[in-house]
């Protein structure tokens, strides 16, 4: 099964969409994603209870791996019901914290297995945990490693499921990646503790006609490729004067988009790098907005951008 439709059915059955909604536009703006603000005591309340449902079923295998589930089927599924197999280990997730996990999916009326999804790497985007959206009911007051069986109802056609949903880690929100070496005539890029960047243009040097792009960090996550969806966060400055036009950072969350809508330069920043990774890219009017005037960013305008990359889901899983 493609993992696009299990992700789809999975999300439908715990009655919301588990991603967050954050999207970017061509133009680099995003809407925003839940930010941290509220406790573990909160998603603890949100968390789906426990019921006679989601206790019947059996689960065998170690979690962080697909699961093998035994129930007897038909299963009457009316409420979502969450039961906790593995509680993890260390801190519970908080509210606006971006989370990896996998899913094992089965159809609760006929004990089938629909199929599994991010185990691997680039399978699924990372997901913000919020009280406002269904990711509570799944995560809420597990930590990383924790392992939970959900029993949902169906919708839309659907059938109910049973699902496993694995909390594989926290995903952090800057790039984790090794430092590289600052590269010649590229602006200077310095990080704050929280690792927002301040971009510096190089006084009096040209802007440089073609794509420039500087590795400042170098991850060992999955490879973007292109059309993948990526999580990232950046900072978009304008060359020479340094003006900020647009920053993830600003407003509080990542931004998630296809790599195939942004300017072309950004797409050459984002295509073969790994997550974890921290890039610098200048691009010139060519490779960005050219003549056309958007919003703040005047026209012929050369742009800078500092992007972490936090995640990436592979086209083909989409």
Not at 60 to 89: K, M, Y
Not at 202 to 217: F, M, N, Y
Request: aromatic share 6%.
């Amino acid at each position: 099964m493609r993992a696009r439709r299990l992700a789809t059915l999975s999300i439908a059955a715990a009655a919301a969409l588990l991603l967050a909604g954050c999207t970017a536009a061509g133009n680099g703006t995003a809407s925003g994603a839940p930010s941290p603000s509220g406790s573990p005591t909160d998603l603890c309340a949100a968390a789906a209870p426990s019921g006679a449902t989601s206790d019947a079923v059996k689960v065998d295998g170690a979690a962080g791996a697909e699961a093998t589930l035994t129930f007897t089927s038909p299963l009457d599924v009316t409420t979502t019901e969450r039961t906790v197999i593995s509680q993890g280990q260390g801190d519970p997730v908080q509210d606006g914290q971006f989370v990896s996990y996998a899913i094992t999916a089965y159809n609760a009326q006929t004990g089938e297995k629909l199929g599994a999804v991010g185990y691997n790497p680039g399978e699924i985007l990372p997901a913000a945990v919020s009280t406002t959206t269904a990711s509570a009911q799944i995560f809420g007051c597990i930590a990383p490693g924790g392992r939970v069986v959900l029993t949902s109802p169906g919708t839309n056609g659907n059938p109910g499921e049973v699902d496993v949903f694995d909390l594989l880690a926290v995903v952090p929100t800057a790039a984790t990646g090794a430092a590289q070496p600052p590269v010649d005539g590229m602006p200077t890029v310095t990080l704050d503790d929280t690792g927002k960047p301040t971009i510096t243009i190089p006084s009096g040097a040209a802007a440089p006609t073609d794509v420039k792009i500087a590795d400042l960090k170098t991850g060992d996550g999955a490879v973007v490729a292109p059309g993948d969806k990526v999580l990232v966060q950046y900072t978009g400055v304008l060359w020479p004067d340094g003006t900020e036009f647009d920053s993830s950072w600003t407003r509080g969350t990542p931004a998630s988009f296809q790599t195939t809508g942004v300017v072309p330069g950004f797409q050459q920043a984002l295509e073969g790098q790994k997550v974890g990774s921290q890039v610098l890219v200048v691009i010139p009017p060519a490779f960005g907005y050219g003549d056309t005037a958007q919003g703040s960013i005047p026209a012929g305008s050369t742009l800078v951008f500092v992007i972490d990359i936090l995640g990436t889901q592979h086209a083909a899983a989409q």
